[in-house]
């Protein structure tokens, strides 16, 4: 496939780099990746054995040293070339991305230019890693605070965003002047390992150490582990189920250690009853189906008023039914496969919970088969109506199933049931009502991280803070300042006069 040779992948492949020196270890056998697309295998890993993993955070300690005292923008400017090197690579990662974990085209490509913008961004902030200056209480006496980079930050990264999300972290933690040692997910290793390849043009061609920009493809037990235990990581950032993280968390916490968390999300968005259906239908399906439901952001609940409860359920019942599933890579398919045989698994014993609890599929619930289905991983996208009591509904499951919950008092009622849920990512609110809209982003309004108006759940953009509270984690990563998390906040005060004034006016005389 002429995309795997441009990107450099070839049929067996290291997993473990810190820049040039490529290793793997094959004691622990090879991983094979396999396309959800085909089910066919597309090529094979070197997983890093636990002395792998030690001299691979060694080397990262010891690139610190080096990048913490390169100037900021000077750090920027390496940044901006691979923002240069990912818009060359854009067509050919876009594609692996499509092929590897299964979204659309147009979904891999959008996930490359996420990387080509957080690069942009990263570029500006470079050079804006501002602290404060306070007035201070004592004569000549200068009070300011400044940051300082934190050390190796590990970044843990799911399949279902293998390139963007460590894009958010790793671009933002390199200008703030952090190493970064990498841990994608087994299930789509290639995209690092291409993405690896390409970040390494840039250093070698600056001339940098090996170290700075590191990837370990390992297993959760013989990596992950070791990652959230090390001392010497100061930050570990982890995007995964609500599982995961709160095992990460325990295990980042009982060292004293920073975690940025982004969890599992239960996003609803809330149809009222001016709501525009023209943008809101669109709306729901695309981020209902979109990556086939395996977006932290999905929109998996829709909270639908009594009055236009029976118009949107037809329009969506329509909608679904001129959705085309099939290849990612043909670009008339609106969704693909889900990742593996056991995402399929986990989408029939969801069905299966929701008709014990009483849930009413109305569209779909199929697993399909034969001719182009043949990888076993695509599945019909669903339609239940549902209270948001139920177990089910409660929980996040990774697949294209939409709720269907209706309300039939006042928007504080529909505000209510979407903030009943222990996650608390992503929310919006279709309305033309201004009281309404203010209400729901008011601080008695969506619990969310997140919270968008006349707009999807999904898609956000990378200039906002991204992150979710509650069970999502409350980490922040990507735009606005979630930079500081990066780094270590330092108060200055500096007495530049010839006595000795205390804080509080407190007098001690000897
Ligand atoms: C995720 O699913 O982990 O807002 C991230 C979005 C994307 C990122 C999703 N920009 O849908």
């Known amino acids: 496939m002429q995309f795997l040779k441009e990107l ?93 974990m299964g979204k659309s085209l147009q979904e891999g490509l959008g996930e490359v230019q996420e990387m080509i913008d957080i690069c942009d961004f990263a570029v500006g902030q470079s050079r804006q890693l501002y602290g404060f200056t306070m007035a201070s209480e004592r004569q000549e006496h200068r009070l300011y605070d400044q940051y300082h980079p934190l050390g190796v930050v590990g970044v843990i990264t799911a399949f279902n965003f293998p390139a963007a999300v460590w894009s958010w972290n790793a671009m933002i933690g390199a200008v703030c002047g952090n190493t970064l040692v990498w841990k994608p997910s087994s299930k789509t290793p290639l995209t690092a390992i291409a993405i690896q390849k390409i970040i390494t043009k840039v250093t070698t061609a600056n001339d940098l150490p090996e170290g700075i920009f590191n990837i370990i493809v390992g297993s959760g037990a013989e990596v992950g582990e070791r990652l959230l235990a090390d001392k010497r990581i100061g930050l570990v950032s982890v995007t995964g189920s609500t599982k995961v993280g709160r095992h990460a968390a325990k295990v980042v ?66 909608a679904y039914a001129s959705l085309r599933i099939g290849s990612p890579l043909e670009e008339k398919n609106h969704m693909g496969p889900l990742i593996d045989i056991n995402a399929v698994k986990e989408y029939e014993q969801a069905l299966q919970t929701l008709q014990e609890q009483s849930g009413k599929v109305i569209f779909g619930g199929n697993v399909l088969s034969g001719g182009e289905f043949l990888s076993g991983c695509y599945v019909e996208p669903v339609l239940a109506e549902v209270e948001n009591k139920y177990e089910i509904v409660q929980q996040e499951t990774f697949a294209p199933i939409l709720y269907l919950i209706r309300y039939s008092g006042s928007v504080e009622e529909a505000i209510a049931l979407q903030n009943d849920v222990t996650q608390g ?3 919006s609110i279709f309305t033309e009502n201004l009281r309404e809209a203010e209400l729901f982003l008011s601080a008695s309004g969506s619990d969310c991280g997140l919270a968008n108006v006349n707009m999807g759940t999904s898609g956000a953009e990378i200039g906002g803070a991204f992150g979710g509270e509650k069970e999502t984690g409350g980490g922040r990563e990507s735009g606005s300042d979630a930079w500081k998390a990066y780094m270590r906040r330092q108060t200055v005060t500096i007495n530049y006069g010839t006595t000795l004034p205390l804080a509080q006016g407190i007098k001690f005389e000897i």
Request: glycine share 8%; charged share 20%.
């Open 8 to 100: 450099a992948i070839d049929a067996h492949n290291y997993g473990v780099s810190t820049g040039k020196n490529w290793h793997g270890s094959k004691q622990n056998g090879e991983l094979e990746v396999f396309s959800p697309v085909d089910g066919k295998i597309i090529a094979s890993v070197y997983p890093a054995s636990a002395e792998e993993y030690g001299d691979t955070v060694k080397q990262a300690a010891t690139a610190f040293n080096v990048w913490r005292l390169t100037p900021a923008p000077q750090r920027g400017e390496v940044i901006r070339q691979i923002g240069e090197e990912l818009r060359l690579s854009k067509n050919a990662l876009g594609t692996l991305i499509s092929y590897e």
């Open 253 to 318: 916490a009982a060292r004293l250690g920073k975690c940025i968390l982004e969890l599992g999300g239960n996003n609803a968005v809330i149809v009222t009853e001016s709501a525009n259906l023209q943008t809101a239908i669109p709306a729901v399906v695309f981020s209902a189906v979109g990556t086939a439901g395996q977006r932290c952001t999905t929109t998996r609940r829709v909270i639908i008023h009594d009055a236009v409860y029976d118009t949107v359920k037809e329009a969506l019942l329509k």
């Open 425 to 427: 990512l992503s929310s």
